[in-house]
């Protein structure tokens, strides 16, 4: 399953994706030309490159849902549920678990803030997407198919760290994030995959 699911995840650039199944799930879209319509935007915190409320109004429509934590709430309209970590919502049959994200050894994303990563539940595949977080200790208790893991270094975790995370987590898939737009480049993720190769199923999604 997961390896079917991993072929309908496609990678927007950053930290943007969207996963198709029954429902089409976004997470943090940015700088998109556009795409499939979302039955589920998730939104992990309210920096620009994450929360872009022109790049949300691309792919909404008027039933989507959008999952987010409250500072980006107050930038974005339409249906808006907010989560704290720890808090789970379901919508349109899809199951949405707010995690913390935040750094450890840097100060962009403080613990204090509450702003999230996600595990979601699509089609009995789950699917963790971390937010820019660095190697925290709450990655040790998921149990997921598929994790979306940053990689580049100043803002989020560098790839060493990435590669550590990564076997705390132990998916059945990682796919390495947050590289090639602000910060970090494709050599961050080859890195990251070369370091994996004989433990965990790595897969670097081409931008889409």
Known sequence: MPEKM???IHWLGHDGFYAEGSKIVYFDPYEISGGPKADLILITHEHFDH????????VIKDDTVIVTEADSAQKLSGNVQVLKPG?????????VTALPSYNVDKDFHPRANNWLGFVVELDGVTIYHAGDAD????????????ALIPVSGTYVMTADQGIEAARAIKPRIAVPMHYG????SEDDAK????????????VIKEKE
């Open 6 to 8: 991993i072929e309908n």
């Open 51 to 58: 929360c872009s409320p022109d790049d949300v109004a691309k």
């Open 87 to 95: 808090e789970s919502t379901e919508v349109a049959g899809v199951k």
């Open 135 to 146: 190697f925290i200790p709450e990655m040790k208790d998921l149990n997921v198919d598929i």
């Open 181 to 184: 737009a602000i910060v970090g």
């Open 191 to 202: 890195k990251f995959a070369e370091a994996l190769k004989d433990e965990i199923t790595v």
